[in-house]
């Protein structure tokens, strides 16, 4: 009877396990993953005070800005370091910094104000975090026998995986209905000398990132029409 118990024992730890790893390894990123490769990711992506799309421009501001005072600018690298990238200047300028940063990553800033006594204060840090560039590229065959007699599967390559993205294919600039998915299957009635699909991404928290493929262009052949001589 111990023993039975003891392999029921070990049965339930053995299933909870693998139910745990199934989950871990089903979750998708609907946030900034906090393992991107970055300048000093945060803890948590709860800690990002923005998402801006790739080429978009960091724009920071010191809340009450004084006119007496004096503003230093910091950024953390690579190594975690804050190092001053503007200020102190002049008293009441370098209230605000912007950039563009040339990579996809987590952003963290602090502004220090420091008063015409000398006192000073360092905010709490902000972060941002920049999505990389979306570029999607469909895969598939060139070519579908018309009136349906083939079909010809269609992905999208070029996306990074950490990221959950919304998708609307469209056939010669117009949308397909309900064909949001992250491939599409094309079938042709009619033969024509091409058609052209392309796909539209955005990332699933940030639909203003937005980006078209190139189009895919997909000849549909007509059949073959054979007949019957008698010789």
């Given at each position: 009877?111990?023993k039975?118990?003891?392999?029921?024992?070990?049965?339930?730890?053995?299933?909870?396990?693998?139910?745990?790893?199934?989950?871990?390894?089903?979750?998708?990123?609907?946030?900034?993953?906090?393992a991107?490769?970055?300048?000093?990711?945060?803890?948590?992506?709860?800690?990002?005070?923005?998402?801006?799309?790739?080429?978009?421009?960091?724009?920071?501001?010191?809340?009450?800005?004084?006119?007496t005072?004096?503003?230093?600018?910091?950024?953390?690298?690579?190594?975690?370091?804050?190092?001053?990238?503007?200020?102190?200047g002049?008293?009441?300028?370098?209230?605000?910094?912007?950039?563009?940063?040339?990579?996809?990553?987590?952003?963290?800033?602090?502004?220090?104000?420091i008063?015409?006594?000398?006192?000073?204060?360092?905010?709490?840090?902000?972060?941002?975090?920049?999505?990389?560039?979306?570029?999607?590229?469909?895969?598939?065959?060139?070519?579908?026998?018309?009136?349906?007699?083939?079909?010809?599967?269609?992905?999208?390559?070029?996306?990074?995986?950490?990221f959950?993205?919304?998708?609307?294919?469209?056939?010669?600039?117009?949308?397909?209905?309900?064909?949001?998915?992250?491939?599409?299957?094309?079938?042709?009635?009619?033969a024509?000398?091409?058609v052209?699909?392309?796909?539209?991404?955005?990332?699933?928290?940030?639909?203003?990132?937005?980006?078209?493929?190139?189009?895919?262009?997909?000849?549909?052949?007509?059949?073959?029409?054979?007949?019957?001589?008698?010789?």
């Amino acid at each position: 009877m111990k023993k039975t118990f003891i392999l029921l024992q070990a049965s339930i730890i053995v299933l909870m396990l693998t139910f745990i790893s199934l989950k871990a390894s089903a979750q998708a990123f609907d946030t900034p993953s906090d393992a991107y490769p970055a300048t000093a990711a945060p803890a948590t992506a709860g800690a990002v005070g923005k998402i801006i799309c790739a080429g978009g421009t960091i724009s920071l501001s010191a809340t009450t800005p004084n006119a007496t005072s004096t503003y230093v600018w910091r950024k953390k690298n690579s190594s975690g370091t804050m190092v001053v990238v503007l200020g102190p200047g002049a008293a009441g300028a370098n209230t605000t910094y912007s950039e563009t940063p040339s990579a996809a990553g987590y952003y963290t800033y602090t502004v220090e104000e420091i008063n015409s006594n000398t006192c000073s204060t360092i905010s709490n840090p902000i972060t941002v975090f920049v999505l990389p560039p979306l570029a999607p590229v469909i895969a598939g065959q060139s070519n579908v026998c018309a009136s349906n007699q083939s079909t010809t599967p269609l992905t999208i390559t070029g996306l990074d995986g950490n990221f959950q993205y919304n998708y609307q294919w469209t056939r010669d600039g117009i949308d397909i209905p309900s064909a949001t998915l992250a491939t599409y299957t094309v079938s042709e009635s009619t033969a024509t000398a091409t058609v052209n699909f392309a796909v539209k991404v955005n990332y699933v928290f940030n639909t203003s990132c937005t980006k078209t493929s190139a189009n895919k262009a997909i000849a549909v052949i007509a059949l073959p029409t054979p007949t019957i001589t008698i010789n």
